[in-house]
């Protein structure tokens, strides 16, 4: 049974529906509640699955275990009620475009109770932004046996598996095993990459707190592999060498122009017939938008699920429809490609539509979204930052490193921040981190 919604009247102010509570998402939502949701002049609604909200390039540093999960989540509930916009629990499974409605599938609890049943929002204008996952292009074994860190949740199963695997190595009487304490990663993307130096990371410090009988050296090995010829395929080739001889120097073995063929129990079997044992793998390569993007009642998908949309960001099909993030297929103009992938596209994207709703409110028409490449930022956890800074000079990119990459790394965090609670809250919470962070371990131990 289908359920309408509390909005499902056709009366009143105009209804706006935001699907997915990421960075572009989210960052839509609290700036349209703050400009209309707070004078009426629309009724602003999110919806996303998960009940709290993380910045999605934090992922693979709560995986490593260098940051906790419960000091950076945002509670979608209360950022609803501070900036004037309503927050509905569900995951998005149909679309009525006759009708104007989004079709919500029901949330159920840990234990399979039902917390909300299957409901139906009416929109007038609807934004898709549910963001993308990992890709396994159909790998035998990797559904089975590798784990993933799309979600904060999967982030955290990871680290506990990894704080289990050093307990259960530093307790056991026998010889380790040729798979123990072995970590494969699959993906040499900015994502792979940063989490193969959070971990080299975080193991040491794991191994310091009293599991002295694992060498953090001798014992444990870290694996990067990559299908590419080099790591970071998509980013320039200085910072693809700046950040290769920075792991080399950590001992990360770099598995280059390497194919997996099937990951299995205790590791993986390259296309070449190579074996690596691992105890653990972890999926980090492709991009792959939600399935269900291909099913909402005949809006152009392309081949890896995103919706096509024009330069508008209205979706080819329905102008009543607009998608951004990684699950849009962009055009970036003056450029024979679409808008990568990227926190700054989703950030982008959502300054530009919330622009982009105000005129079609006021009947004016639509602009085109121009992408600007700020550059690209790898951080490679207490060890280094390498990027570049793109338009520098002269329309010519500037590569940098250590210190100063590292602040420009985290002052994309803080923009994002910025974007949802202002200057104030943002200033107060950064210090109390700097405080508490010198009253806590550095690593977090389950």
């Known amino acids: 049974m289908t359920v309408p919604g509390h909005d499902a009247g056709r009366s009143g102010p105009h209804h706006i529906i935001v699907v997915g509570g990421g960075a572009g998402g989210l960052e839509l939502a609290t700036r349209l509640g703050d400009r209309l949701g707070r004078s009426g002049r629309a009724q602003v609604t999110l919806?996303?699955?998960?009940?709290?909200?993380?910045?999605?390039?934090?992922?693979h540093e709560i995986a490593a275990g260098s940051m906790d999960l419960g000091h950076h989540e945002l509670d979608y509930l209360a950022q609803s009620h501070w900036h004037h916009f309503r927050y509905r629990i569900g995951e998005m499974i149909g679309l009525d475009r006759a009708r104007q409605e989004v079709h919500v599938a029901p949330a159920v609890d840990d234990d399979g109770t039902e917390v909300t049943q299957r409901r139906s929002f009416r929109y007038d204008t609807l934004v898709i932004a549910v963001g993308s996952r990992t890709?396994?292009?159909?790998?035998?074994?990797?559904?089975?046996?590798?784990?993933?860190?799309?979600?904060?949740?999967?982030?955290?199963?990871?680290?506990?598996?990894?704080?289990?695997?050093?307990?259960?190595?530093?307790?056991?009487?026998?010889?380790?095993?040729?798979?123990?304490?072995?970590?494969?990663?699959?993906?040499?993307g900015a994502t792979g990459v940063e989490l193969a130096a959070e971990l080299h990371n975080t193991t040491r410090q794991l191994v310091a707190f009293g599991l002295d009988r694992i060498d953090p050296d001798?014992?444990?090995?870290?694996?990067?592999?990559?299908?590419?010829?080099?790591?970071?395929?998509?980013?320039?080739?200085r910072l693809s060498d700046a950040a290769a001889g920075l792991l080399q120097k950590l001992g990360v073995d770099v598995h280059a122009a390497a194919r997996v063929a099937e990951v299995m129990p205790n590791g993986l079997r390259l296309?070449?017939?190579?074996?690596?044992?691992?105890?653990?793998?972890?999926w980090a390569a492709g991009v792959i938008a939600p399935d269900f993007l291909g099913a909402l009642d005949g809006l152009e998908v392309n081949r890896i699920n995103q919706l096509v949309v024009k330069p508008t960001?209205?979706?080819?099909?329905?102008?009543?429809?607009?998608?951004?993030?990684?699950?849009?297929?962009?055009?970036?103009?003056?450029?024979?490609?679409?808008?990568p992938p990227r926190a700054q596209a989703a950030h982008q994207q959502a300054s530009h539509l919330f622009k982009q709703i105000r005129w079609r409110l006021a009947a004016k028409p639509l602009q085109p979204f121009r992408y600007r490449d700020f550059g690209s930022l790898v951080s490679l956890g207490e060890y280094s930052t390498v990027g570049n800074l793109m338009g520098f000079l002269a329309g010519r990119s500037l590569l940098i490193e250590g210190y100063f990459a590292r602040l420009m790394y985290l002052s994309l965090h803080l923009m994002h921040d910025y974007a949802l609670h202002g200057f104030v809250k943002v200033f107060l919470d950064t210090l109390v981190r700097i405080i508490t962070r010198r009253t806590e371990p550095h690593v977090k131990l389950h």
Request: proline letters at 7%; hydrophobic letters at 45%.
């Open 47 to 59: 919806i996303d699955k998960a009940r709290v909200h993380l910045w999605k390039p934090l992922l």
């Open 313 to 339: 960001l209205e979706t080819t099909r329905d102008g009543n429809i607009f998608a951004l993030g990684d699950c849009a297929s962009c055009p970036w103009l003056g450029k024979d490609k679409t808008v």
């Open 135 to 188: 890709n396994d292009f159909g790998t035998p074994g990797v559904r089975q046996h590798a784990l993933r860190i799309d979600t904060p949740d999967d982030a955290a199963r990871v680290h506990r598996r990894l704080v289990n695997a050093l307990i259960r190595a530093h307790a056991q009487p026998e010889p380790l095993r040729p798979e123990q304490l072995q970590v494969a990663i699959i993906g040499a």
């Open 218 to 237: 001798k014992d444990i090995r870290l694996h990067l592999i990559e299908a590419a010829d080099r790591i970071l395929p998509a980013l320039p080739q």
């Open 271 to 282: 296309a070449g017939g190579q074996t690596i044992a691992a105890e653990l793998v972890v």
